[in-house]
DNA sequence: TTGTAAGCGTTATCAC
DNA sequence: GTGATAACGCTTACAA
């Protein structure tokens, strides 16, 4: 085990401890910027000088062993005709060579697939499509596949190029969370079956698997709960509203509006809040107006924390709901009310689907929607002022 | 678009709205236990019956464009010597049947690689991992390779299992988070050409490149502080203490507790501490001692936020810091003093060493140290009690 | 129990 | 420019 010196201490205590003007989350780029140069390099001790080896096949083992490709092949996948004594060789001979067998090779031969299957999300730094992930990659993995994942970034563009290059790699099946509008693409692949399945989103042009959340229902009774609360001017911040996800929480908004009786405000109404900072300054937008709104309802984790830390350091008392829940939301000064659901057990459940398909279901293709649950914190029981 | 008609919203109404008693951000398993039952399942319209059809090669095409299938293979390649008029023929006839080169084959013929990269970490739900992860995807797809990613959950064995899998599939290199002890199981394939870059963890019994955090120099800084503000009873969160993160912050406590003459009061020493079950249990034990600790210094992100959910639902007033950065930690009702770090800029850095070394970089092994900076807010500004 | 030969879908070599 | 033909490393079918 390997320690720093004292030095690396006390420039960590001159370059950094004494810096304090410094507050709040800074996950990514913006980071590194003041700080990359004190990146330290230690080169390690020695180094093997002689590589080029060529990986070895089953035919050196074969020569080696003095038996033929094809026995080894029956040791290496544990085919049963085989003497003791020939194993036993066998095995030696691939422990000293280092060999391994290529699965590469091996699936080529066999079907058209890699026992691998893709999922292409947003960005995997985003808790919900991490717990995703981690959702998908459990069940893959009690069927024995490794699972890739790439970024669309939500760029259209790059979600087809990266479905794409998962299809050259012949990926098993494929689960998608799409950015694109059109998913016609698909269908020529689809029809030469390999399996897909969307996430979160349901397709356009394309008659396929889909997991999605009850948005519309879930922000409904989020509404509900405002409303109830004798909240009638409600602020409304989201993302892209041609999105599904967002036109059905947007449409929640609108209807429950609509069932109390209440007309829409535009001025209320804040769209196209993609990033923290867009939803920073229509969280200001709206407290700046001569009617400010007396709740506001955000919809995603994202656009949640944003508004919250606006929120947070003004004096206003503004009653808040958020689509997604989030680690501690429950331990912020106000507690936070959010719409929960299981990122999870969405992605296990997308995955148990792709596999049932990949052993064949051909049952025609599910909409399966996913409850959502009020969680009833604190930022929600908020009143009015009058 | 479909939405969800209004059944399912009373559904939501009458099933969870009124249901407040949960609180508490409930991330997993435990969730579904009380909704799953109430997953809606909506069959779509129709369903393309017929399928079956075999995928189309490159001598399908061949056949069907009248030409040889080298020929094909040139035009897919976009290799100059082919005429104009043959290179569209076989295009249409590309596109008519759907034709997409199978990389299986190609990979095997060419190299032995699948322009693929496997990353194995603990857990891809830890937003720690999910950056590394981030900033690992970002690289590869500039090089044009794609991410498999897969989680050992801490558990050397799976590990162990994972790597092999991953190896099977002809990785072109690996990154890994290291759970297990011994590494000298990779040595082989390493001789073999493989390049490996260890994250977080240096490897045992393997000499070969490693990220690293400055995990001593760091905890050192913050335990400094924390003793600067008057501090002498500090107790010590920590997961495993053998592994090597886990050892440098201990070894820093310990180091920092000593270079101020103070003796080591082992009842303020939690080990173990790695779910935070155990944790929460460990702060009640150290609030229920006779003489409890002023301050807490908890070594990771997860540990950190099971430690201050406790401290906040209590009235002890005990200073606080901890290793890793977190989303929120400046939002909460005392915003907290941590030890911050890059995950992110870890994950692009081992890559872009895993792609140097994949362009031939033959130098000697690395050990990069990348920086930590202690970001000072307010948890670790409260005085010790008299 | 063991071995031979063909073939998976591509690219590389070298003719034409 | 274009096309045979032989690999790549393995599995399948069938023979010994």
């Known amino acids: 085990m390997t320690f720093i010196g004292r030095d690396t201490i006390s420039n960590c205590l001159e370059d950094y401890a004494v810096n304090s003007e410094h507050k709040g989350f800074r996950p990514l780029e913006d980071f590194m910027a003041d700080a990359e140069d004190n990146t330290q390099s230690i080169a390690a001790d020695q180094h093997d000088a002689e590589s080029g080896k060529l990986r070895p096949t089953m035919q050196d083992v074969a020569e080696a062993a003095g038996v033929s490709l094809k026995t080894v092949s029956r040791v290496v996948n544990k085919e049963p005709s085989v003497t003791e004594a020939t194993r036993k060789r066998v095995e030696d001979v691939i422990k000293s060579l280092g060999f391994r067998r290529n699965d590469l090779a091996r699936n080529l031969r066999q079907g058209q697939t890699s026992s691998t299957i893709g999922l292409v999300i947003e960005d995997i730094a985003n808790p919900f499509y991490s717990q995703l992930a981690h959702g998908v990659e459990s069940v893959a993995r009690r069927y024995n596949h490794m699972l890739i994942i790439s970024n669309s970034g939500e760029d259209p563009l790059r979600e087809r190029e990266q479905v794409n290059a998962l299809l050259l790699r012949r990926v098993s099946g494929l689960l998608i969370v799409p950015a694109g509008a059109d998913h016609s693409y698909l269908t020529s692949e689809m029809r030469l079956g390999t399996p897909v399945i969307f996430l979160d989103r349901p397709p356009e042009n394309l008659n396929v698997d889909a997991i999605l959340l009850d948005s519309y229902g879930g922000s409904y009774t989020a509404m509900e709960h405002l409303l109830r609360q004798g909240h009638r001017r409600i602020g409304l911040i989201c993302g892209d509203p041609s999105v599904h996800t967002g036109a059905g929480r947007v449409a929640a908004y609108r209807r429950a509006m ?16 993609d990033d923290a900072i867009k939803a920073e300054q229509a969280v200001y937008r709206l407290l700046a107006l001569p009617q400010p709104p007396t709740a506001i309802f955000a919809t995603s984790n994202r656009i949640s924390i944003a508004v919250l830390r606006v929120l947070f350091s003004t004096t206003h008392k503004i ?14 000064p106000i507690p936070v009310t959010v719409i929960a659901h299981n990122p999870t057990e969405m992605g296990r459940q997308a995955a148990e689907l792709l596999f049932a398909r990949l052993h064949g279901d051909e049952s025609p293709p599910q909409r399966i929607v996913l409850p959502t649950k009020l969680i009833i914190r604190s930022s929600s029981e908020i009143k009015p002022e009058r």
Request: with cysteine; proline share 0%.
């Open 258 to 273: 609509t069932d109390w009786g209440l007309g829409l405000i535009e001025d209320l109404l804040c769209f196209g809040c």
């Open 319 to 332: 009653a808040f709901i958020g689509f997604d829940d989030f680690e501690m939301a429950d331990m912020l």
